[in-house]
T-cell receptor
Framework: AQKVTQAQTEISVVEKEDVTLDCVYE???????LFWYKQPPSGELVFLIR??????QNEISGRYSWNFQKSTSSFNFTITASQVVDSAVYFC????????????????FGKGTKLSVIP | EAQVTQNPRYLITVTGKKLTVTCSQN?????MSWYRQDPGLGLRQIYY???????DKGDVPEGYKVSRKEKRNFPLILESPSPNQTSLYFC?????????FGNGTRLTVT
């Protein structure tokens, strides 16, 4: 069975500090997708990134970057020069390409990391 | 604008009073799903649907029903709500890419 672990329940940083959110996953599939979602205080879930298991290239988008390492089953998320607007709960998620068509859509979420950026 | 719309945003009800939370998407997505979010537990899937008239249980289906009579709509039905169903509910849809989520429905059952 698939599993996603976000060991950091809550993190506080001072504005402009860099912060890394950890995500470790377990899966038996060789083909799978990893995701990060952001949930700001307003409550909606905002998609940030999707990465498939064959693409281990790191991704950078502005102040956000993602480090995918299959060897350690990790998909960590770094925010550089954090801002107050980055305060949110961040979820890592995994979907497996199971034998049924539904497999590629079934997301297993971690329990989330609450990030507080202090001005 | 492409979106997933849930209604209502907030709902307070009493134990045993049947309720329906509606979900509609305008992106012609085949896949739709319901999740509930609880503190310390993250998001857990309740039911999902791969297409019209095709639904299946997720991880926590007890106490819930769904239907998919049309592609765009996927209502969540609580026939006899109980206090342990107090939660934040999200509907989501997809066409093979990432899930698009609605804004959530905060349900309180007293």
């Amino acid at each position: 069975a698939q599993k996603v672990t976000q060991a950091q329940t809550e993190i506080s940083v001072v504005e402009k500090e860099d912060v890394t959110l950890d995500c470790v996953y377990e899966t038996r599939d060789t083909t799978y997708y990893l995701f990060w979602y952001k949930q700001p205080p307003s409550g909606e879930l905002v998609f940030l990134i999707r990465r498939n298991s064959f693409d281990e290239q790191n991704e950078i988008s502005g102040r956000y970057s993602w480090n995918f390492q299959k060897s350690t089953s990790s998909f960590n998320f770094t925010i550089t020069a954090s801002q107050v607007v980055d305060s949110a709960v961040y979820f890592c998620a995994l979907s497996e390409r199971a034998y049924s068509g539904a497999g590629s859509y079934q997301l297993t979420f971690g329990k989330g990391t609450k990030l507080s950026v202090i001005p | 604008e492409a979106q997933v719309t849930q209604n209502p945003r907030y709902l307070i009800t009493v134990t045993g009073k049947k309720l329906t939370v509606t979900c509609s998407q305008n992106m012609n997505h085949e896949y739709m799903s319901w999740y509930r979010q609880d503190p310390g537990l993250g998001l857990r899937q309740i039911y999902y649907s791969m297409n019209v008239e095709v639904t299946d249980k997720g991880d926590v289906p007890e106490g819930y029903k769904v239907s998919r009579k049309e592609k765009r709509n996927f209502p969540l039905i609580l026939e006899s709500p109980s206090p342990n169903q107090t939660s934040l509910y999200f509907c989501a849809s997809s066409l093979g890419g990432p899930l698009h989520f609605g804004n959530g429905t905060r349900l309180t059952v007293t």
